[in-house]
């Protein structure tokens, strides 16, 4: 059964004003989250896009957590504040029922006798836990992980299934980590001998700091001889690659299946959007904004917004565009000729 908590209790913790409606309380319980459209008795909403009254104005939720210009369309208890989405994700915080990925240690866990296990550790059932390994207070390891030689997790860390480790990887403090992601293999090194291919072992790792969270099914390689660097805060979503030695600066942000070559360095509070590709050997500075469908292939040296993908649209105007396209070069030409014959 899921946990609940007053109305007093969720506006002090996401810090909002509470304005109660008729047969409310302070104490008036909430045991989840929901929709405009769909909550009810003892349910929270949100409205963050003033777009949306309609639904305010029609709502059952039993609170809504709304801005002040918005406080008069709604008929029910009233959480005001002036950023109701980080509201909501503070009230989906403290009303989380996500369980845990492990409880206990496992008895069909392989744990090597000198792996360093700090208070109320977790570790699921056939985890691989390696030599050197350690692990702080509070980390939950998943059914299934595999950590390897030296690791060290940081304290309340937690990995679903099936994550892997690679030797020597660093993970910081209160880190996320979804199923099937692969931290520390081998980054793309090789070098070319009159076409047969020479592996470059890579001897570097990685380094997660603090408050990390990666999707599902991401990779980020080590480093060929420094390391692939996550600062604090950054958040990677599912399917992302991330090549070595990467530097990824704090509280960046990238979008599902995302593509980032080696040696790139990503500044802090950057967005990048989904199925981006960047290219290797460069840098973006802080607070870039990339939208989806990107390719990056120079460096970006100043803040703000960049893109490059094209918009779908109808396949015969596509082709057209291609055709015009294709003879871009032909035209440039002839503009440059006309140019020039009327200079003379």
């Known amino acids: 059964m899921n946990q609940t908590v007053s109305l007093q209790q969720l506006a002090d913790k996401i810090g909002a004003t509470l304005h109660l409606a008729d047969g409310d309380s302070g104490d008036t319980q909430i045991h989840s989250l929901s929709t405009l459209a769909s909550a009810g008795n003892g349910q929270i909403s949100f409205l963050s896009n003033s777009r949306y009254r309609s639904q305010l104005e029609k709502t059952a939720a039993q609170a809504v957590i709304l801005k002040s210009e918005d406080l008069s369309h709604c008929q029910c208890s009233a959480l005001v504040m002036d950023n109701p989405y980080v509201g909501f994700a503070l009230a989906a915080q403290l009303l989380d029922s996500t369980p845990r990925s492990a409880d206990g240690i496992s008895p069909l866990a392989v744990i090597a006798d000198d ?95 603090d408050r990390v969270e990666v999707g599902a099914s991401s990779t980020i390689d080590r480093g060929a001889l420094d390391d692939t660097i996550i600062g604090n805060g950054v958040i990677i979503d599912n399917q992302c690659q991330v090549a070595h030695n990467v530097i990824i600066g704090e509280n960046t942000a990238i979008a599902g299946c995302t593509v980032v070559a080696g040696s790139v360095t990503i500044g802090r509070n950057c967005t990048i959007g989904g199925m981006v590709a960047i290219n290797g050997h460069m840098e973006i500075c802080d607070n870039v904004y990339i939208t989806g469908m990107s390719m990056v292939t120079k460096a970006i040296d100043k803040p703000g917004v960049y893109s490059s993908g094209m918009p779908a649209i109808e396949n015969r105007e596509w082709r057209k565009n291609a055709v015009a396209l294709r003879n871009l070069s032909t035209l440039n030409q002839r503009v440059k000729t006309l140019e020039k014959s009327h200079l003379k």
């Open 115 to 209: 792996v360093e296990l700090g208070d109320n550790v977790s570790i699921g059932a056939h985890a691989v836990i390696e030599s050197g390994v350690k692990l702080a207070d509070h980390v939950q390891i998943g059914p299934g992980c595999f950590i390897g030689k030296g690791v060290s997790v940081g304290a309340n860390t937690k990995l679903w299934a099936n994550v892997t480790l690679y030797h020597r990887v660093v993970l910081g403090q209160d880190c996320l980590i979804q199923s099937a992601t692969v931290i520390g293999a081998d980054g793309f090194g090789y070098a070319n001998d009159k076409g047969r291919w020479v592996k470059i072992p890579q001897l570097g790792t990685v380094i997660l700091g």
